[in-house]
């Protein structure tokens, strides 16, 4: 039976990938830094820093699902999987990469991304490319905010963005680890259409039952916001700089790629919208 290690398998996407995977009875292994965080998997303890933890969990290992955080040690990180992938004669790589990934990005993810794919490339390993746009649950991290102010601010200039849904990501990536077909392609990944934040704050009015609007910022407005977060540096750099792609409509374009992959549509805002409605809500309305 083939052996599928998982990376990044604590991740919003990995995790699933995880339960996919365990859905249609694949042989499933978790590289994780803590065991204690997964059960149900058979997991294999290491990090991506420590090379000797990497050659162990991929003993007997057909396929790998490549993720590691987004952050300065990435490139690194997963260049030392691919590598020590090659050295173990591992068959296939499903890297889960990003829309607008180019080694010569000014936008730090973009530019890591693009480098680990070049190097994937270089590597001999039969490989497949998974570029995602913009997650909806990207949405979670004002979720609070909107909860206590019923709005949802956003330097969009009222462009759509091909949203997806991070269970759409893990689908895919599960049939492109186990069905043939699919090494040497890379897939750009959306939502079934662009939505703009005016109607993502609609779909969030009618989940919560209370009224979020929407609040357009130009950038300057929105600079000191993604500034002033406590965020990395780097990572306020990429957000001011994803909001400007947005801005010249490059998160526009949809896909077909999900549905073909996966043989159903491509989850949208609304359902999403109602899945996570709860953390759009003030605590003290949440139904008890
Ligand atoms: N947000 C978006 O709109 C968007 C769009 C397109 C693409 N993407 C891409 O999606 C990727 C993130 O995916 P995700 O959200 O599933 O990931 P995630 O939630 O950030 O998870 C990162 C994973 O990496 C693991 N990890 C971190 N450092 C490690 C180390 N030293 N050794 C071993 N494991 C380590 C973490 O494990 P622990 O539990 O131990 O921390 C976790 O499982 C990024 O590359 C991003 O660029 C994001």
């Not at 991304?113 to 004002?142: C, D, K, Q, W």
């Not at 540096?233 to 992959?261: K, N």
Request: charged share 20%.
């Amino acid at each position: 039976m083939t052996r599928i290690l998982v990376t990044g398998a604590t991740g919003a996407v990995g995790a699933r990938v995880v339960r996919e995977l365990q859905a249609r009875q694949a042989d499933v292994r978790a590289f994780v830094r803590d065991p204690g965080k997964m059960s149900g998997v058979e997991t294999a303890a290491g990090d991506f820093d420590d090379p000797a933890s990497l050659r162990r969990a991929l003993d007997g290992v057909d396929r790998v699902y490549l993720c590691a955080a987004d952050g300065p040690r990435k490139v690194a990180h997963e260049t030392a999987v691919i590598d020590a992938a090659a050295a173990a004669g591992v068959e296939r790589i499903v890297k889960l990469s990003a829309m607008h990934a180019d080694p010569d990005s000014a936008l730090p993810p973009f530019r890591w991304h693009g480098t680990i794919e070049e190097h994937l490339r270089g590597s001999g390993v039969p490989a497949v490319i998974l570029r995602p746009a913009y997650f909806m649950t990207n949405l979670l991290m004002v979720a609070g905010g909107i909860a206590h102010t019923g709005v949802l601010p956003a330097p969009t200039a009222g462009r759509g963005v091909a949203m997806i849904d991070v269970r759409d990501v893990a689908a895919v990536a599960a049939v492109t680890l186990l069905d043939e077909g699919h090494p040497g392609h890379a897939y750009e990944l959306t939502g079934p259409t662009p939505v703009t934040f005016a109607q993502v704050a609609a779909a969030l009015s009618a989940a919560t039952g209370r009224t979020v609007t929407s609040l357009d910022l130009t950038a300057e407005q929105a600079r000191p916001r993604f500034a002033g977060a406590g965020l990395p540096d780097w990572l306020a750099a990429h957000l001011a700089g994803v909001f400007a792609l947005i801005r010249d409509g490059g998160f526009e374009r949809t896909t077909g790629h999900v549905p073909a992959i996966t043989g159903r549509p491509a989850r949208d805002i609304t359902g999403f919208a109602g899945d996570f409605a709860a953390a759009f809500t003030p605590p003290a309305e949440v139904a008890v």
